[in-house]
């Protein structure tokens, strides 16, 4: 449903871009956005957008270094990163709901239908 891609081996302060494109058609109620495995850890909140107010939110350890956006024309989300760190080494997962997901439900992975095989993120110290 979610194909996702950009991951790579970089090093601190580096940027990478991740792309996600779902193989259908997103609605103007649909939430998309990432999250992030990292290894022995739970899965966490990154970024999401909701597509009714292009909101977008951001988890406090990546507010100010990543930004997601959206390609209509495209039908592509994205995930820019800059300024990467170490602990940035996942694998990050994009997820999409065609529901406009509650904001106080946005950090909760449940909440999303639909996940993406993942792109691994690897940040050399």
């Known amino acids: 449903q979610l194909q996702a891609s950009g991951g790579g081996l970089v090093q601190t302060g580096s940027s990478l871009r991740l792309s996600c494109v779902p193989s259908?058609?997103?609605?103007?109620?649909?939430?998309m956005g990432w999250f992030r495995q990292a290894p022995g850890k739970e899965r966490e909140f990154v970024a999401v957008m909701r597509f009714t107010s292009g909101s977008r939110y951001y988890a406090d350890s990546v507010k100010g270094r990543f930004t997601i956006s959206r390609d209509n024309a495209e039908n592509t989300l994205y995930l820019q990163m800059n300024s990467l760190k170490p602990e940035d080494t996942a694998v990050y997962y994009c997820v999409l709901t065609q529901s406009s997901v509650i904001i106080s439900n946005l950090y909760n992975p449940e909440a999303y239908h639909y996940w993406g095989q993942g792109t691994v993120v690897t940040v050399s110290s």
């Open positions: 259908t058609r997103t609605s103007r109620t649909s939430t």
